[in-house]
C-alpha cells in the first residue's frame, strides 16, 4: 500500500506535467502557425480568382476538378510540378528508402502504398521489419559500444593512462558526431537547395522519428540526383540512429568518469603507476556497461 501510494503521488504531478507540456506547445504552435496559413489560404483564394479572370473559357468547378486532380496526385506519390520524365517514387533507391522509413517508423508520410496488395504487404512488413531494426540498432550499438570503450576496467590502470582513454574516447565520440549528425545536414542543403537551418531541420525530424515528410531528400523534379542517393540517405538513418543510442548511453558513462578523473587530478596531479586510493576520495568503483 505504501508503494502504492508513493507511485500515485507521482503519476499525477507528472500527468499533469505532461498535459500542461501539450497545451504549451498547442498554445505556441497556433500563435506562430495560424496566421501564416490564413495567408497562405487567401493568397490561394486570390490565384484561383486571378487565373478565371485571365482564362475565361475555364469556370469555377473544372478549376477545382483540375486541383481535386493535382490533391489526389500529391497524395500518392506523384509530383505535379514538371512531367511525366520526372524520377519514379518506385524504382529501387526510392523504394529502398521507402522501406527503412517504415522498419525505422519514421514515415515521412509524402508516400504511401496505393495498391490493396501494397498496403496488406505494407503491414505485415512493418510486423517483423520494426522488431527486427530495433534487434538491429540495439546489436549495432552493443558492437559499437565494446570497440569504443571498456571503462569498467580503467581503475585498475595508472592514471595518466585513464585520462588518455578518456580523451581518446571523448574525441571519437566527437567526430562520429559530426560525422554522422553535422556532416550530412550539411551536404544535404548543398545537394537539396535548402538553407542551412531547414537541413538541421531535417535532420532532426528524422532521426527523431517524428517524419512530417515537409522535408525530404531527393524529390525536387528539377535536379537530377545519382541512382544511389535515396538509398545512401536510408543507410544514413540507419547508421545515425545506431549512433545516437551509443551516444545515449556512453555519454553519461564518460560524463561520471570524467568526474570522478577529476577529482583524482585535483587530490594527486598527474603521475605514473596505478591511482592510489586517497584518503577522502573514492576509489572509482566499476561501472559495467548494460547492454
Not at 500515485?8 to 506535467?17: C, I, N, Q, T, W
Not at 508516400?111 to 517483423?128: D, H, N, R, W
Not at 574516447?169 to 551536404?187: E, K, M, S
Amino acid at each position: 500500500m505504501p508503494r502504492a501510494r508513493l507511485c500515485s503521488s507521482r503519476a499525477l504531478p507528472l500527468l499533469l506535467a505532461y498535459i500542461c507540456y501539450l497545451l504549451l506547445g498547442a498554445t505556441v504552435f497556433r500563435l506562430l502557425e495560424k496566421p501564416a496559413e490564413a495567408e497562405s489560404r487567401d493568397q490561394f483564394q486570390l490565384e484561383k480568382l486571378h487565373f478565371l479572370e485571365n482564362y475565361t473559357c475555364l469556370d469555377r468547378w473544372a478549376l477545382e476538378q483540375f486541383v481535386q486532380v493535382i490533391l489526389e496526385a500529391w497524395v500518392k506519390g506523384v509530383n505535379p510540378k514538371g512531367n511525366s520524365t520526372n524520377p519514379s517514387n518506385w524504382d529501387f533507391g526510392s523504394s529502398f528508402f521507402f522501406a527503412g522509413t517504415v522498419v525505422t517508423t519514421i514515415g515521412y508520410g509524402n508516400l504511401a502504398p496505393s495498391t490493396k496488395a501494397g498496403q496488406v504487404f505494407c503491414v505485415f512488413y512493418a510486423l517483423v521489419g520494426i522488431p527486427l531494426n530495433v534487434v538491429f540498432l540495439n546489436n549495432l550499438g552493443t558492437g559499437l559500444r565494446a570497440h569504443l570503450a571498456t571503462l569498467e576496467r580503467w581503475e585498475e590502470r595508472p592514471l595518466r593512462s585513464q585520462l588518455l582513454q578518456v580523451l581518446g574516447l571523448g574525441l571519437g565520440l566527437t567526430l562520429g558526431t559530426l560525422a554522422t549528425l553535422v556532416v550530412p545536414p550539411v551536404a544535404f542543403s548543398h545537394v537539396e537547395g535548402w538553407s542551412l537551418s531547414e537541413g538541421f531541420y531535417f535532420t532532426f525530424i528524422t532521426l527523431s522519428t517524428i517524419g512530417f515528410g515537409d522535408y525530404v531528400v531527393g524529390r525536387d523534379p528539377s535536379k537530377h540526383y545519382v541512382s544511389v542517393y535515396r538509398s545512401l540517405a536510408a543507410l544514413w538513418i540507419l547508421l545515425s540512429l545506431a549512433w545516437l543510442a551509443l551516444l545515449f548511453s556512453l555519454g553519461p558513462l564518460l560524463l561520471h568518469r570524467c568526474s570522478q578523473l577529476w577529482l583524482l587530478v585535483r587530490g594527486l596531479g598527474l603521475q605514473e603507476g596505478p591511482a592510489p586510493d586517497p584518503e577522502g576520495l573514492p576509489r572509482p568503483q566499476k561501472s559495467p556497461i548494460s547492454a
